[in-house]
């Protein structure tokens, strides 16, 4: 099956520090990843879209200076949140795109399972 | 953007039960995928089914894209079924092209 990680699984840090997240596709290259936020009993919401070798694509009201987002490789993408503050506090979910999975013409996402951020 | 409606937002039942959820879609869309979140946070891939029926199990799934609604049944529930099931669409078209757009859950407690 599409295995994609996420490290850490848990963060805490302190208010006014930087944390970054990856989210690796373990067996299978991923030209498209996505980040979610969810907050406590919510749905997902998307933040961004991060295509490997060019400029990540942010949905409307992310600060793409406070969240920063790098696809180096077809395998991985971070996701920095930069000078943290307690509202930045979240379950952050990547995902990634493989297509071909279902069909041809198919693109399933798989998920990673989430790092939960804490920030104090 | 497209909206995804999904119903019931909670249902209970005893181990055994059947079950049926929905998720309504306000236009048309070129993936549509069915997700089981655990009470750990992961989202567990159920089915990629932008049209038509497929089973997986105790689970199957149909989607009738033309009137823009799919349905997850589940079958002789087990209290492991318990969590949340999200409902996720791309839209054909425009500029969501490729981005999942998730209903809001139906949060399923299954009891012993």
Redesign the interface.
């Known amino acids: 099956g599409a295995v994609v990680s996420q490290h850490p699984s848990w963060v805490i840090c302190k208010s006014g520090t930087s944390v970054k997240i990856e989210c690796r596709s373990l067996d299978f290259q991923a030209t498209t990843m996505f980040w979610y936020r969810q907050f406590p009993k919510q749905s997902l919401m998307l933040m961004a879209t991060s295509n490997e070798g060019s400029k990540a694509t942010y949905e409307q009201g992310v600060e793409k200076d406070k969240f920063l987002i790098n696809h180096a490789s077809l395998t991985l993408s971070t996701l920095t949140v930069t000078s943290a503050h307690p509202e930045d506090s979240s379950f952050y979910i990547c995902s990634a795109r493989r297509p071909g999975a279902s069909g041809v013409n198919s693109y399933e996402q798989y998920f990673g399972p989430g790092t939960r951020l804490t920030v104090t | 953007g497209i909206q995804v409606e999904q119903s019931p937002p909670d249902l209970i039942l005893q181990e055994g039960a059947n079950s049926t959820l929905r998720c309504n879609f306000s236009d048309s869309v070129n ?1 549509l ?1 069915w ?1 089981h979140q655990n009470p ?4 567990i ?1 159920l089915f ?1 089914i932008p049209s038509g029926t497929k089973q997986n199990g105790r689970l199957s799934a149909t989607t009738v894209a033309t009137e823009r609604y799919s349905l997850l049944y589940i079958s002789s529930s087990q209290t492991t079924d318990s969590g949340v099931y ?1 409902c ?1 669409v ?1 839209n054909r078209g425009g500029t969501s092209y ?8 139906t949060i399923l407690t299954v009891h012993p």
Not at chain 2, 40 to 43: A, F, V
């Open positions: 993936n995928q997700f750990w946070g992961q989202l891939n990629y999200f996720a791309v490729g981005k999942l757009t998730f209903g809001q859950g």
